[in-house]
Nanobody, 127 residues
Framework: QLQLAESGGALVQPGGSLRLSCLDRVSDLNYYAVGWFRQAPGKEREGLLCITSTDNTIKYSDSVKDRFTVSRDAAKKTIYLQMNSLKPEDSAKYYC????????????????????WGPGTQVTVSS
């Protein structure tokens, strides 16, 4: 079972940067593909990026273009979402999800079958 936990969210000015972290309290995320998602109030959850278990990046959407990148620190068993050139429309609660492959992450999240959500971390971009 997964016990995901996201951290690193904050209030940041437009144009600023943040790095979000995702780890699991029970499982070793080095064996998982991990996807990042976000949800703003009144909007549907949006898939952003996913990192495979072999550290390839899969884009779930082009909404963040090259401003966001995903990486893994194997020693820390932690997945990062580096967010640069932040815009007010990036304001949302950010979540990570994990499964064997990025496709399974996507299918699990979009079908509603993925239930191991962490609390998320709030990102607010405002001057």
């Amino acid at each position: 079972q997964l016990q995901l936990a996201e951290s690193g969210g904050a209030l940041v000015q437009p144009g600023g940067s943040l790095r979000l972290s995702c780890l699991d309290r029970v499982s070793d995320l080095n064996y998982y593909a991990v996807g990042w998602f976000r949800q703003a109030p009144g909007k549907e959850r949006e898939g952003l990026l996913c990192i495979t278990s072999t550290d390839n990046t899969i884009k779930y959407s082009d909404s963040v273009k090259d401003r966001f990148t995903v990486s893994r620190d194997a020693a820390k068993k932690t997945i990062y979402l580096q967010m640069n050139s932040l815009k007010p429309e990036d304001s949302a609660k950010y979540y990570c999800a994990a499964d064997e492959t990025c496709r399974r992450v996507w299918v699990g999240v979009t079908s509603g079958s993925f239930r191991s959500w962490g609390p998320g971390t709030q990102v607010t971009v405002s001057s």
